[in-house]
């Protein structure tokens, strides 16, 4: 015997609910497995421009502007076909906005403005603040480089005036997956933060 028509179509609309349950059960399981990321740190910048600073102002470093996904702690990897991934397994030690804000904090001071550079927020009174969007800050895979673009200005605190303003761009080759991968974007900056105390030096 038949069952009747709209028992039928109550039967399948329940085996299709439970079918697309099961498979997000499924995908969500899948997400907590593997092993724990491992954690990556931007070395301390050695920029070459060590004691090269006199600053007559004190300055702060703002918390860098970033759009998702680069206001997070993952390791952002560019496919050969353009699309946004993350590097497997891998996590920065702090939002990259905070991390990039100590290290830039960090090379300033290591160029001789120890006292007159801190973050903003802080002990520091500012004559100047140094604004920084990140707007490209990833692993390119296709091409095999590290690339890191940063839109930097020179505010006065006092005016709100912008002092200078300039967009820095690095392309460093070398790896682009596994423990050795965070070593490109290191490089990369290292040269970008170089390149940032040389051209803040005239107006600090």
Known sequence: MSSPPHRSSCVARHRRRFAVLTTVSLVLSGCGGGPPPV????????TGGRKALHPKRQFVVTDPVAVQPLDSDRVLVRRPDGSLATLAHAQWSDRLPRLLQARIVQAFENAGAVGRVGIAGGAITPDVTLDVEIRVFELDAG???GKIELAVKLIDAVTGRTIAARVFQADMAGDTEGPS???TLDRALGQILGEIIRWGRPYL
């Open 181 to 183: 991968a965070a070593g």
């Open 143 to 145: 091409v095999g480089q």
């Open 39 to 46: 954690t990556f740190d931007l070395a301390q910048p050695e």
